[in-house]
């Protein structure tokens, strides 16, 4: 009996420590298993920060992107007759104190064509305050219009040199050259010519001047802006001829008048009268 109950006893020790065996065997696996999970979600959690790789600055970026997108959307409607009160935000204003420096491709008593007056002369440069900004500019004395103007020196590739003894002989084939003149509506040709005259382009003016040339042709018909266009482009080549010849302003205009055939009649006339008061002197001193 004693040997029975031994042997009674020794099995159930021995399934208590069976079981706890197996209890602890799956405390170790669930253990084992939870620590997985964590460490895969690490894992997956560096994965994606290294592949975005986000930094604050780009961070900030994006927060001040969401902000004025939310700001565009609200807009504001602001009356142009209503008053800004001082809660409102102002919008900022940067002052440029200092003009940009260029160097000065003009001296001064120079001859300078400035497209939309002509020929000019620079009698002096000045700092002038405009603006709170210093402004170095060129005055130009117009003796024809008996006006100033002034030209900033950073805006000095709108003035352009006085033409050369080449362009002027240029010009005056031109001059001699048939007019070309377009089938379409005046008010069109007449923006054309009016754009040629504006650029100061000594070519453009000849063309315009040969264009609207009539001659002594008194038969035919000029408009008076037809008349006023000519007239403008005609005084401006002159002068440029006159100050580039280095001649009188009679020699300068015969010049321009013989290209265009003008004023022949009126020339001979004068031609013979100094031929006639030549001979009269002449005869005077023989005698």
């Not at 964590?38 to 930094?55: C, D, G, R, W, Y």
């Not at 040629?196 to 315009?208: N, Q, R, T």
Request: with cysteine; aromatic share 4%; glycine share 2%.
């Amino acid at each position: 009996m004693k040997n029975i109950l031994k042997k009674i006893l020794n099995k159930k020790k021995t399934k208590k420590a069976v079981k706890k065996k197996v209890k602890k065997i799956k405390n170790n696996k669930k253990i084992k298993n939870n620590k997985k999970i964590k460490n895969n979600k690490k894992v997956k959690k560096i994965t994606k920060a290294e592949k975005i790789k986000i930094t604050p600055t780009e961070i900030k970026k994006k927060k001040e992107i969401q902000d004025q997108k939310k700001k565009d959307k609200v807009e504001v409607k602001v009356d142009p007759l209503r008053i800004a009160k001082n809660n409102e935000q102002k919008p900022e204003i940067k002052k440029v104190k200092k003009q940009e420096t260029e160097k000065k491709l003009f001296k001064i008593k120079d001859y300078v064509v400035y497209p939309k007056h002509g020929v000019g002369q620079i009698t002096e440069t000045k700092k002038i305050n405009i603006g709170g900004i210093d402004v170095e500019t060129y005055i130009l004395k117009f003796e024809k219009d008996k006006a100033n103007g002034m030209v900033p020196v950073n805006k000095q590739s709108h003035l352009r040199p006085l033409a050369t003894i080449n362009q002027i002989n240029k010009c005056v084939s031109i001059l001699k050259s048939k007019p070309k003149i377009k089938r379409s509506m005046w008010s069109r040709r007449a923006q054309e010519y009016e754009a040629k005259i504006s650029s100061g382009k000594i070519y453009d003016l000849a063309e315009v001047v040969r264009d609207l040339n009539k001659g002594d042709d008194i038969m035919i018909d000029q408009s008076y802006s037809e008349r006023q266009l000519f007239e403008k482009a005609y005084e401006r080549l002159l002068t440029e001829f006159q100050i580039v010849m280095g001649s009188s302003l009679e020699d300068a205009q015969k010049k321009l008048d013989k290209a265009l055939k003008r004023n022949l009649e009126k020339q001979t006339e004068k031609a013979t009268e100094k031929h006639e008061v030549q001979n009269l002197v002449n005869q005077d001193s023989v005698e």
